[in-house]
């Protein structure tokens, strides 16, 4: 079963943004941890920004400054807004979680990915 579902992708030119969402279904009854990751062509994939346990942003360095990251409690849904984008923004990007499902239990969950391409 599905249970992050990422929305927002598509095709955008460099120096343009995009606002990418993520809603957690409601087989997610607990969040500890929620965030972005991406993984570019013949790359590993890599954190982007996420929210940390005690609730505080972090972001990789490539990213800071031009993406913000926040989170909607009450839906249980993460967004990240991204500015300035760059050709090497290209990638498809990953919404992560670290909590409690009804039908897994406590693990770390991944949605299916949103190709995010930056070019002219």
């Known amino acids: 079963q599905v249970q992050l579902v990422e929305s927002g992708g598509g095709l955008v030119q460099p120096g343009g943004s995009l606002t990418l969402s993520c809603v957690a279904s409601r087989s997610i009854i607990s969040i500890n941890t929620m965030g972005w990751y991406r993984q570019a062509p013949g790359k590993q994939r890599e954190l982007v920004a996420t929210?940390?346990?005690?609730?505080?942003?972090n972001y990789a360095d490539s990213v800071e400054g031009r993406f913000t990251i926040s989170r909607d409690y009450a839906k249980n849904a993460v967004y990240l807004q991204m500015n300035s984008l760059k050709s090497e923004d290209t990638a498809v990007y990953y919404c992560n979680c670290f909590g409690r499902s009804t039908l897994a239990g406590y693990g770390i969950y991944w949605g299916q990915g949103t190709q995010v391409t930056v070019s002219l």
């Open positions: 929210f940390t346990n005690g609730g505080s942003a």
